[in-house]
Nanobody
Framework: QVQLVESGGGLVQAGGSLRLSCVVS????????MGWFRQAPGKAREFVAH????????YYSESVKGRFTISRDNAKNTVYLQMNTLTPEDTAVYYC???????????????????WGQGTQVTVSS
């Protein structure tokens, strides 16, 4: 059984930082690409960042570029999202997603990823 379990969300003031973690487990899943998405109330889920599991290629949405950093620790089967200089517009449920195929043209699309975590709430107060 494949599991992605996020943690690290919470309430933070504007300008603050949080680090999200996503632990990946399951023998049948060999990760190739891992992504973070978020969904704010009343809005569609949107891409935040992704990282290749075996390499160092990363990509960010324009709204978080320069403030967020995605990374992975293969030994711990964990993907991180370091979020700095948070604003109230970053308030959302953040989801970790995993895919096992190499298809860069689709990494920004949530329907590319078959495996998802349960989400962790991030709330940024002004």
């Amino acid at each position: 059984q494949v599991q992605l379990v996020e943690s690290g969300g919470g309430l933070v003031q504007a300008g603050g930082s949080l680090r999200l973690s996503c632990v990946v487990s399951g023998r049948t899943f060999v990760p190739y690409i891992m992504g973070w998405f978020r969904q704010a109330p009343g809005k569609a889920r949107e891409f935040v960042a992704h990282v290749t599991w075996g390499g160092t290629y990363t990509y960010y949405s324009e709204s978080v570029k320069g403030r967020f950093t995605i990374s992975r620790d293969n030994a711990k089967n964990t993907v991180y999202l370091q979020m700095n200089t948070l604003t109230p517009e970053d308030t959302a449920v953040y989801y970790c997603a995993g895919g096992s195929r190499n298809d860069p043209t689709r990494y920004l699309s949530d329907n590319f990823y078959p495996y998802w975590g349960q989400g962790t709430q991030v709330t940024v107060s002004s």
